[in-house]
């Protein structure tokens, strides 16, 4: 499970995308998600997966790979889905004394499924794509109108980033951890509900320590650096746009009108 978890990660590669502006990648993923949150036909919902398949690909990485983020959400989608099977109202096509499944609560669970399925892969090229610190700096150049209402913009995307940079390398801290403890005969697998929960309390206390541990390492060091926040900090690399954002930009613009074409007249 803790393998399958492929938030944060980052494949290097010189794909449309791994050149594109960070900025621009910020905001064709909110539109994405917000085309795929809202289209509504199976032909739609088809197309857009195949529209996504085709963006892994170009992007030289791995579909598979890709996919295995779907496997933690695997258990929260078939509960989502036989809540929407035996709850959704519409043709009966089956009962059983209180039990009963729609027509209507199937197509809905199929939807769903694939939304979900869409959003999380399609989502996750931007992480896949874009370096960290590149990730920060397009969320703040993206967010730097709100500093005059005195939000701490820079503070904020340094902290949203450093938690989605860090969460590969707690996850194989875990992994780690798991292993040691399983070597001095720990035993994570049998048992209910109750008693796996009680074994991972020998992993969550080395956990907890180790976290703490980078963090104090990680303000060390920027401290070392000399690093002050924002103020009268300069940056090596100037985000630019170029053609690869004008091209990339350009794809998505014209395979939302279809979608959007698409998905009023069905």
Known sequence: MIKDITIGQYFQGDS??????????????????????????YIALGILLIFTGAIIKGSKISIRYALKGLRPVFFILVITSLFNIFTVEGTVIWKYGYLRVTMEGIEASIKLILRISIMITGSSLLTFTTTPIALTDGMEKLLSP?????????EIAMMMTIAIRFIPTLLEETEKIMKAQASRGADFESGNIVKRAKSFIPVLIPLFVSAFRRA???????????YRGDIGRTRMKQLKLGWPDLISSAI???????????NAFL
């Open 16 to 41: 449309l995308l791994h050149r594109s502006d960070p900025r621009v990648k910020i905001l064709l993923t909110l539109v994405f998600l917000i085309v795929a949150f809202t289209v509504n036909t």
């Open 146 to 154: 709100l500093k005059r209402i005195r939000l701490p913009v820079h």
């Open 216 to 226: 104090d390492d990680l303000a060390v060091a920027m401290e070392a650096r000399c």
């Open 252 to 262: 998505l613009i014209v395979f939302v009108l279809g979608i959007a074409v698409l």
